[in-house]
């Protein structure tokens, strides 16, 4: 392989690293996003719950009320306990995706402060890079 030819190769191989920089920046961030729209959906999703708690709540003291036997009013109470429940585990999910979310933000954040710098100076230096291997061990 020539002179030429290697630079040729050596300035691809620096672009195509460049270039593999962008997409993980991207990639953190998009997961990001998509975590962060996650939990958002999770809330949404199961906010209706704790309005059918209430209400079966109010008609399991409505029927104590009107003396229904124990065991029904019992088990009306034991579906809005379940109901609640079901909406706290809803909330913790939807508290972990945001934590997630957060973490790849940061993450994003993290690797493009570090490395942006040096993916903006290689891609505007105006000799080709030097062959990946070089930079490989600094």
């Known amino acids: 392989m020539g002179e030429l030819e290697r630079s040729e190769t050596a300035a691809a191989v620096g672009v195509l690293d460049v270039v593999a920089y962008g997409i ?13 729209r996650l939990g958002e ?14 209400s079966v709540d109010r008609l399991a003291d409505a029927m104590a ?6 065991d029904t009013v019992s088990e009306h109470r034991e579906a809005a306990a379940v109901m609640r429940r079901a909406l706290a585990e809803a909330e913790r999910m939807a508290a972990v ?3 997630l979310a957060l973490g790849f933000a940061n993450a994003s954040a993290t690797h493009e402060a ?10 505007a230096m105006p000799v080709p890079m030097a ?4 930079y490989g061990n600094r």
Do not use: I, M, N, T
């Not at 570090?114 to 891609?123: M, N, Q």
């Open 24 to 36: 993980v920046v991207l990639q953190l961030a998009l997961a990001g996003a998509k975590l962060r």
């Open 41 to 54: 959906q999770v809330r949404s999703a199961y906010s209706y719950v704790e309005g059918c708690s209430a």
């Open 65 to 70: 009320a009107l003396d229904v036997d124990p």
């Open 97 to 99: 995706a945001e934590d």
């Open 114 to 123: 570090e490395y942006g710098p040096v993916a903006e100076a290689a891609r």
């Open 131 to 134: 062959d990946a291997r070089f």
